[in-house]
């Protein structure tokens, strides 16, 4: 006798049926010197019917325009713990201070951010949403 079970296997952070969609992201300030920080807040939640096991990043990044791309300035990177289900809110209500490098020239520039900029969830619509925070001035 022969007994055959069908198996998935999927990468780990793989979500079936499930969405990672940013809200909002916003500044304390419009002005920061270069070499110092902005306090930067931000929400989002998960669509869809699936679950996330481990976790995801949120990339922030300084743009010279305002379509913010991976390939923009990576000023930091925060860590989503995500073993969730679908639909529960994510993100910092308090500002976390995100570096400016010392070397950034004075200008006007954009501030966003990329939830899983990192691509640690293959998740089913692959359309990661990227927020601007608004201008600020090095």
Known sequence: VVLVAAL???APGFAQNVDIVADSVSLDSNEVEAGGSIGVSYLGHIEGSGTITGGFSVGFYLSLDSTI???DLLLFQYTELADSQSDPPFGLNNPIAVPVPSDTQRGHYFVGMIVDDLGQVADDKHDKIELN??????
């Open 133 to 138: 925070a608004g201008r600020l001035v090095a």
């Open 8 to 10: 998935a296997v999927a």
């Open 69 to 71: 791309t991976t390939t």
